[in-house]
């Protein structure tokens, strides 16, 4: 038999990450040869704590750089990024993770590289080719670039709330039931698999809950911790071509919860909640997940999370229709009977 396999991935080229390398972004773009007009992809806050300097740093090396500040990663705000893009040489994204979503889909649509600086870290979409847009009152996840570099500042993370670094450590713990999802699927339907993926994703949650003791405020070493393991997250996604290794149940529970109570929690807030749930599911140890949210201080619980016990059931029973992705909620998902006694028992909802 001949050998038939093929592969493409696409990583990033150079990642900056600890204290005060930002200066590091001018020269690295430089090495990449890009030509000279940047466009720079920010918003109000995060250009007063990082967007500025950038421009500054850019500027230092060469490069002409233009400013859109921007909110939400609405259609309309893609759009408007996509106009202003026109006849520029590569985009940076700086800020949060709307921020980051909207530079990597403008960049993708438009077949120019993409610099990722974030400065919140709040998700593995920092690393990823994948963009979460808004399109009327749902969100669609779709195909992006993968950024060709990364600037991680930790001394720019630790600086902001430290609910945002929470949230990033639980959405990598989310990996620890989401590899399960596709070892399942893989088993019990053939879907793609890859064990290279599957390994990075599943080294980057645990290294997140063997190292949740040095997760906390005003310690610079927590946001290392953090960003080193979304860097593995979001590289076991470009790996995939997929975002199975890192979004399976927990994920799908997430999704459905943002949809019924949205604005309530941060994303990777709801999916630590939902790790904790699906881990019970599997039979494995869901306390360890718990406890290791507590210590980071991550929700664990409804009440934590700003929503309701009612609320909760609902995104358990509605989660299995969020995505075409076969998980351990099956194709019918939970009854609500089911739903409740998950939550109760693991003690997101009370008795
Ligand atoms: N691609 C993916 O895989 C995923 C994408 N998402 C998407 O990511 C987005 C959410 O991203 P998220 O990172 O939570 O946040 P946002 O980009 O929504 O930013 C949240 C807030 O933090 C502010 N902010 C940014 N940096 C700092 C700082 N250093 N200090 C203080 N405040 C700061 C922002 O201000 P300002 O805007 O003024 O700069 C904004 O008000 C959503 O659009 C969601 O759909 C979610 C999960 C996965
Ligand atoms: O949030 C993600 C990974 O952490 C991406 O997940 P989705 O592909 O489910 O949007
Ligand atoms: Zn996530």
């Known amino acids: 038999m001949t050998f038939e396999k093929s592969k493409w991935t696409q990583l990033p080229r150079e990642i900056y990450a600890g204290h005060g390398v930002l200066g590091q972004v001018g020269p690295m773009c430089r090495r990449f040869g890009f030509g000279s007009n940047a466009l720079l992809v920010t918003g109000q806050k995060s250009y007063e704590v990082a967007g500025k300097r950038v421009k500054e740093i850019l500027e230092d090396s060469g490069f002409n750089v233009d400013v859109i500040l921007t909110s939400a990663a609405t259609m309309e705000n893609l759009d408007r990024i996509k106009d202003e893009a026109k006849g520029m040489s590569f985009l940076v994204g700086v800020g949060g993770g709307s921020k980051i979503d909207l530079a990597k889909k403008a960049s993708y649509d438009l077949g120019i590289p993409f610099i990722s600086v974030p400065t919140i870290a709040t998700h593995d979409g920092i690393a990823s080719p994948r963009a979460t847009i808004k399109n009327g009152g749902g969100s669609i996840s779709m195909d992006a670039q993968e950024p060709m570099g990364i600037v991680a500042d930790t001394e720019i993370l630790i600086q902001a709330p430290y609910r945002y670094l929470a949230a990033g450590a639980a959405d990598v713990i989310g990996n620890v039931t989401a590899i399960k999802d596709w070892e399942l699927a893989h088993k019990l339907i053939?879907?793609?698999?890859?064990?290279?993926?599957?390994?990075?994703?599943?080294?980057?949650?645990?290294?997140?809950?063997?190292?949740?003791?040095?997760?906390?405020?005003?310690?610079?070493?927590?946001?290392?911790?953090?960003?080193?393991?979304?860097?593995?997250?979001?590289?076991?996604?470009?790996?995939?071509?997929?975002?199975?290794?890192?979004?399976?149940?927990?994920?799908?529970?997430?999704?459905?919860?943002?949809?019924?109570?949205?604005?309530?929690?941060?994303?990777?807030?709801?999916?630590?909640?939902?790790?904790?749930?699906?881990?019970?599911?599997?039979?494995?140890?869901?306390?360890?997940?718990?406890?290791?949210?507590?210590?980071?201080?991550?929700?664990?619980?409804?009440?934590?999370?700003?929503?309701?016990?009612?609320?909760?059931?609902?995104?358990?029973?509605?989660?299995?229709?969020?995505?075409?992705?076969?998980?351990?909620?099956?194709?019918?998902?939970?009854?609500?009977?089911?739903?409740?006694?998950?939550?109760?028992?693991?003690?997101?909802?009370?008795?």
């Open 190 to 351: 053939n879907e793609p698999f890859s064990s290279t993926a599957y390994g990075m994703a599943k080294y980057s949650a645990e290294f997140i809950l063997e190292n949740a003791d040095a997760i906390k405020p005003n310690l610079e070493e927590s946001a290392w911790i953090v960003v080193k393991s979304i860097m593995g997250s979001g590289m076991a996604m470009s790996i995939a071509h997929s975002s199975r290794p890192a979004s399976g149940s927990e994920h799908l529970f997430a999704h459905a919860l943002e949809k019924i109570a949205p604005g309530k929690a941060l994303h990777g807030e709801m999916v630590g909640v939902g790790t904790i749930m699906m881990m019970y599911l599997y039979g494995g140890d869901w306390k360890k997940i718990r406890d290791a949210l507590r210590m980071i201080g991550a929700p664990t619980t409804a009440r934590e999370l700003g929503v309701e016990d009612e609320e909760i059931i609902m995104a358990l029973t509605q989660a299995h229709k969020m995505r075409k992705r076969y998980t351990i909620l099956g194709m019918r998902g939970l009854t609500e009977e089911a739903a409740r006694n998950l939550a109760r028992i693991t003690g997101v909802i009370g008795r």
